[in-house]
């Protein structure tokens, strides 16, 4: 057992985009900081979603609230983290089976909410985005995006970490430390380090772990109400669209196709799930092929471009808090002082919302902190301050590689640290996603990096076409170069290799399948991965 | 399930498995480090510039554009194309007037054919060299070939056109730039070798440079018109009683087969079967018994032979190889494969010279040590290079088929009494 020397003005618990922005939040408010995850960041819902940057204009006809939330969010992320944004445009597009009154409805909700939205002629939104579906017979523009969440957290950790809190990935809380009935502290399970016991103590400690955060309640003795949907979506080997397209209806299934870095995403179904189910998430088929079969409808050429892999994610759905049956869900942020709430002291819960409003979840629970800790003198700086990286960027011209200007829409501002001098530096290691051996030392040294899986979601190595098959076993070298661990790394590769076949799997036919092909032949035969156990040990 | 069965890319770079044997096949990448290499630049970067144009690389201009990439790959990725296409659609700059004028082919014939000895003493001038380099870039190391006094087509017409019509087969002859306004001892080799098999020759009724030059300099606007009427021409010559139309060099009929459709998107598939190289149409006839050649008794020759990137992209090497080594008095040494370096213009350009001739390094070293009585290859350009790289004069293998052959021999196996 290790108790942490430090005590803490508030531990946040869950590495997704909500906690890493409270964590910032918190520690831009001068307060002392300690953020755990209990594998990586972006692990959960916030690295599994369409990186849609909603204009709201989806929510407009049905719930105002979250329509206004998003907007107002999307103006704030647009500002603040500029590189993680890509200004694309949506369309939210009508086709001959859809009713075209619904339109009118639509650009009303969207005015209403403050979105603005535009009703423009089929001809022109064909020339806007060339893919959509030809015969559509109306469309509305609206100001949609797309948002890396992996960038996104990861700037909101880093600069947590800048202003002072402290970073512990691999830790996942087990146990609250309670003095009758006041939480005044967390006990972690150490996975990096045999399942060792950690304690740390804190005056207040904020569960934001998403859909897990509905066990982690129950652990504190509380209850909030949630229910795992899940949401499965397709990834497409290249952008077949640059404009976000949305079906002008009523949501429903796989109407949303969103260009994303160099692939795009069409998603997504929705499903209520168990809670046995929400660690283990599985594509079936039937998933695929509604995918496939609605998607068609938004870009025909869908149908005929290589899928590179199919994933889901669990968003958490939380029970409006008046209504214990759960029946009535809200979409909308709730931010739950258990203490006025439960008579339980020390902790909050901040849940429900979406990746987009993550900002102003982050905020609300801070303002519930400071309240708790009485230092409601810090006000919120989130709205205004750019998260590091999203500076304005002048240097593109000064980058001549392709590698390094996609370096630069990765890291903004901060791609100027990643070592480039030599020709060492520029040598790739992930050649379809052109991330450079410079771009994997920086990773290392600064994001978080313990093992190839952190170093995907930090820097899109093995997200390409080949999914691994060259780059995973180059970045293991490096990694091995800064710990001297191969027998972990090897593990590591063939953990790698496993989880891209995951995805691949559900949609493994045709390129795919013999991409995937080589790549077991590559590391299972070649290499002997096969012959590796569970623990990395040789059979 | 009937999306999954019916969910196959149609987009050719999807089907890079990235194996990377393009990559490890270039010859480019191992003495260019700007060079990003034919897998990074071609399917790697395209999904890249898919997303945005920023992501071209000027540095694609170092490909060679010899698609050795192309006939290494396991799943037909055209990666050769997709390289071209992105410099033809991303680059910013208008082509110069360098590689304008390298690519104007039949402009500069034309014009340097009228004075060709004063334009050959001209452009081998040092002072003349010095000033193309420096104003044109145009490397001064370069020799350029020599112009002829006639062309070809005026000597065909003059001397052997109206004795063709009696031959039982027709075919006609895409002789191209260098046999019209450089060479035209080739053509005439050609027109010899075809009369003793019993072929009568004919010209296309209007011939323009098969338009290589133009599509790797980008003047895709200028190749397309050319393309048109060579397509046309060579409609016309097939349904006016052809059996096919020929040309002796690889690049001209590589460009006309399959530049084409590939990179000027013009569908040739009706004519496509009937345009092939002339040894291949040899060699098919001589295999299905239909004619026969009869070598010379006396003729003795070590002959080394080159294959050019575009001979090997078309699968035709084994037809040179095949002929050349029939020669009873021939020793062949096929040498390693091996591109030359110089890829028509690019060897040209100052930028490219050292690059140029460090990839034909090994192919040089290797005629120097084999030291055939000459070389062989099926491109002029490859000619040029190796004249200019080594000690060797180069022939194309129609040439030496027509040098070996014992006419009457020939004529009398082919049972010709004309």
Known sequence: ?539 | MDFQNENISRYNFEQCTKCTVCTVVCPVTPVNPRYPGPKQAGPDGERYRLKDSVFFDEAFKYCLNCKRCEVACPSDVRIGDIILAARIAHTKSRPSLRDTMLAETDLMGSLATICAPVVNTTLAMKPVKYIMDRTLGIDSHRRFPKYAGTKFVTWFRRNAESLQADYPRQVSYFHGCYVNYNYPDLGKAFVRLFNAVGVGVHLLDRERCCGVAKISNRLVKEATRDAKINLDAVRKAISGGSEAVLATSSTCCFTLRDEYPHMLGLDNADVRPSITLAVAYLARLIESGDIKLVFRDDYRRRIAYHTPCHMERMGYTQYSIGLLSSIPGVELIVLNPNCCGIAGTYGFKKENYQTSQAIGAPLFEQIERVRPDFVATDCETCKWQIEMSTLQRVYNPIEVLAEALDFDATRKANNLNI
Request: hydrophobic residues 40%; negative net charge; contains cysteine.
């Open chain 1, 1 to 539: 057992m290790k108790e942490l020397d430090r005590h803490y003005d508030v531990i946040v618990i869950g590495g997704g985009a909500t906690g890493a922005g409270t964590a910032r939040d918190c520690a831009l408010r001068g307060l002392k900081v300690l953020l755990v995850e209990r594998f990586d960041f972006t692990h959960g819902a916030t690295g599994r979603n369409h990186g849609l940057l909603h204009s709201g204009a989806r929510y407009a006809v049905t719930d105002s609230e979250s329509a206004r939330e998003c907007i107002e969010e999307n103006m704030i992320l647009r500002r603040i983290a500029a590189n993680c944004v890509e200004d694309t445009g949506g369309l939210f597009i009508t086709l001959p089976e859809d009713d075209l009154d619904y339109q009118n409805t639509f650009v009303k909700s969207c005015l209403a909410a403050g979105i603005q939205a535009e009703a423009i002629d089929p001809d022109l939104a064909r020339r806007l985005e060339p893919s959509v579906n030809p015969g559509l017979i109306g469309a509305v523009k609206v100001p949609d995006g797309s948002i890396d969440p992996f960038r996104l957290t990861m700037a909101n950790v880093y600069d947590a970490r800048i202003h002072g809190a402290d970073i512990l990935t691999y830790h996942e809380v087990t146990d609250f430390i309670r003095s009758g009935s006041r939480i005044e502290g967390v006990v972690m399970c150490d996975h990096r380090n045999s399942g060792h016991e950690v304690r740390a103590t804190a005056d207040v400690v904020v569960n934001a772990a998403g859909i897990w955060g509905h066990l982690l309640a129950e652990k504190a003795g509380v209850s909030v109400k949630m229910f795992p949907a899940k949401g499965a979506l397709l990834v497409f080997g290249h952008r077949v669209n640059n404009v976000v397209i949305n079906r002008c209806r009523k949501p429903a299934n796989a109407d949303i196709l969103v260009p994303g870095d160099t692939v795009c995403v069409i998603g997504t179904t929705s499903d209520r799930v168990s809670f046995d189910e929400v660690d283990r998430m599985d594509v079936s088929p039937e998933e695929v092929d509604v995918l496939l079969r609605e998607g068609i409808k938004l870009a025909p050429s869908l149908a005929t471009t290589r899928i590179l892999r199919a994933y889901a994610g669990v968003r958490p759905l939380v029970a409006s808090d008046d209504d214990p049956s759960g029946r009535s869900i809200s979409r909308g942020i709730v931010c739950l002082d258990h203490a006025s709430r439960d008579g339980l002291e020390g902790f909050v819960t901040i849940t429900g919302g979406k990746l987009m409003t993550y900002r102003l979840m982050a905020e609300w629970a801070t303002d519930t902190v400071c309240r708790k800790l009485g230092r409601e003198s810090a006000g919120c700086v989130t709205a205004e301050l750019p998260l590091p990286g999203s500076e304005p960027i002048d240097a593109e011209a000064s980058r001549s590689t392709a590698g390094e200007k996609a370096a630069v829409g990765r890291h903004g501002t901060l791609a100027s640290r990643i070592p480039s001098a030599y020709a060492s530096d520029r040598a790739l290691v992930c050649e379809c996603e052109e991330v450079s051996v410079g771009e994997v030392e920086y990773a290392v040294n600064n994001l978080n990096v313990d093992n190839l899986l952190n170093l995907r979601r930090r820097t899109r190595l093995g997200m390409g076409t080949c999914q691994g098959q060259l780059c995973v076993c180059r970045a293991a070298a490096i990694l091995e170069k800064h710990d001297n661990c191969t027998d972990r790394h090897l593990n590591g590769i063939r953990q790698f290799v496993n989880e891209r076949w995951k995805g691949m799997r559900p949609v493994a036919w045709g390129d795919n399948l013999a991409e995937s092909q080589l790549t077991a032949w590559l590391y299972g035969n070649v290499a002997g991965l096969d012959s590796l156990d569970d623990s990395g040990e040789m059979n």
